[in-house]
């Protein structure tokens, strides 16, 4: 099988490389094994959230730099706060023309309501979750925040109780409850199965619609905004915005205990563009090795089809950190699986030694979560201490880096992508 560009992992980062090499007429193969972090991920996309120090991000250009002179290792630091940026921002178009209806800019962070009432400072979030400017009050003043009987994995009460709590809703008279919905009678006959995901499933056909509509006004009891969990609507927000045309009612979806539907709607979005463009999706499948031609990958192979080489003139690897085994380890090295590409982190951290892995304090930043493949500033990866000129890297498999420290896994995914995608097509 040739192609153009074959890309490994079909999370945010290889399918956003895959949609702007195939925009410019590039033939790409993304070879999948699975679920992807999107899927379990808030939809909110963080560039930047916090600086090392803890500090949380408002303006973004300023921090970028500032972030870039604080750790050189950092992908941002490689690709330059400017570039960074004009990749953030090809995003925001991107996603524009996806209809993924984001809202927020690469010039300074947002607040997005959290699961549990907090706000998290954040890039970009889909308009239908509960968001405010700075310190702007939240332009509802009564708040019905509303579960769903028997659904464990959203809490209205401590959501409720959180939420006053900062500066911006404490004019708020905010309110909890449950709603009823008979429809969902059959998955309480097993507490696994009552996940966002099966609800959405359940009640994708409106066959109960108008019942619901008037067991959430009933709920709301006269708010003029509701917090729902984002159960409503599988694939994208048609739902959320029928039940808001119907009810009237200023209604906000909030991110669940993981799966997420925010994130996986996002995912279906980016795959069936990709796939419209003419890209193949090889889902359930999975890299397994490659061969090499001095400084460049010849072919991959993967485990469907281990008689079959796959030749591309260019590779790259999408497959994220441990939570997608793009990374993995074992008792005395962390390593990649697929190229056997050098592995960094942040200083300090030895992939060798399991002792430099971990902090002894659970609540710090631990240092494998930093750990991934080496890389320059085209993003070219590194093996054997030499870069390879026909590999790149792309998103959360890149060392150096800790992005649940810092808020910026979306970001690197995305900017890393765009950039690849540029250094390929200059080719
Ligand atoms: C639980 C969780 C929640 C998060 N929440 C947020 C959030 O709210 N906001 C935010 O900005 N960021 C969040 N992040 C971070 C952000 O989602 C990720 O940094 C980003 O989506 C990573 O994208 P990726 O494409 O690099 O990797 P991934 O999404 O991990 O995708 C990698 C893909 O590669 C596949 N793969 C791996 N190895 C192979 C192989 N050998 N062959 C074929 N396929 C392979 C995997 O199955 C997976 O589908 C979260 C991350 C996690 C884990």
Same mark, same amino acid.
């Given at each position: 099988m040739n192609f153009d560009v074959a890309?490994? !992992? !079909?999370g945010?980062? !290889? %399918?956003?490389?895959g949609i702007a090499l195939q925009q410019q007429g590039k033939h790409c193969v993304i070879i999948n094994n699975g679920q992807a972090a999107m899927d379990f991920a808030s939809g909110s996309f963080d560039l930047l959230s916090r600086l090392p120090d803890g500090s949380a991000v408002e303006n973004l250009p300023e921090n970028l730099t500032a972030l870039c002179n604080a750790l050189p290792a950092h992908p941002?630091? %490689?690709l330059g706060a400017e570039q960074v940026i004009s990749k953030a921002q090809a995003f925001e178009d991107l996603a524009q023309s996806l209809n993924l209806h984001l809202v927020g800019s690469s010039e300074k962070n947002h607040w997005r309501v959290? !699961?549990?009432?907090?706000?998290?400072?954040?890039?970009?979030?889909? $308009?239908s979750v509960p968001t405010v400017e700075g310190n702007e009050p939240f332009p509802h003043k009564r708040i019905a925040v509303l579960g769903i009987e028997g659904y464990h994995d959203f809490q209205p009460q401590l959501l409720a109780a959180n939420l006053v709590l900062n500066a911006q809703f404490t004019h708020c008279e905010v309110t909890s409850g449950f709603l009823n919905i008979p429809q969902l009678d *059959? %998955?309480? /006959? $097993?507490? &696994?199965e009552f996940r966002s995901v099966n609800i959405a499933q359940l009640l994708e056909h409106k066959l109960a619609f108008d019942e619901l509509v008037k067991e959430i006004v009933d709920s709301a009891q006269g708010a003029e905004a509701v917090f729902l969990p984002a159960c409503f609507g599988l694939e994208n927000q048609e739902f959320m915005t029928a %039940? &808001? /045309?119907?009810?009237k009612l200023a209604?906000? *979806?909030l991110p669940t205990l993981p799966p997420s539907l925010l994130g996986m709607r996002q995912r279906i979005q980016l795959r069936r563009r990709f796939e419209s463009l003419g890209g193949l999706m090889m889902n359930g499948d999975s890299a397994v090795k490659a061969h090499f031609d001095g400084d460049r990958v010849r072919c991959i192979m993967t485990r469907l089809h281990n008689d079959e080489e796959i030749v591309a003139d260019n590779f790259v690897l999408a497959s994220g950190s441990f939570f997608s085994k793009g990374l993995m380890s074992e008792f005395n090295r962390i390593f990649e699986p697929v190229f056997y590409a050098d592995i960094t982190g942040v200083a300090g951290f030895d992939e060798k030694d399991r002792f430099t892995w971990t902090d002894n304090r659970f609540s710090n930043p631990q240092p494998y979560q930093s750990a991934g493949v080496v890389i320059n500033a085209h993003c070219q990866v590194q093996k054997s201490g030499q870069f390879l000129k026909n590999l790149y890297a792309v998103g959360n498999v890149i060392g150096g880096f800790n992005a649940l420290e810092l808020g910026c896994g979306s970001g690197v995914a995305v900017v890393t992508a765009l950039t690849v995608a540029d250094e390929i097509l200059a080719k």
């Open positions: 890309i490994i !992992g !079909g945010l980062a !290889g %399918l956003t490389c941002y630091s %490689l959290a !699961g549990l009432g907090s706000l998290r400072g954040t890039w970009l979030s889909p $308009n *059959e %998955l309480r /006959q $097993n507490a &696994r %039940l &808001r /045309q119907a009810t209604l906000f *979806e």
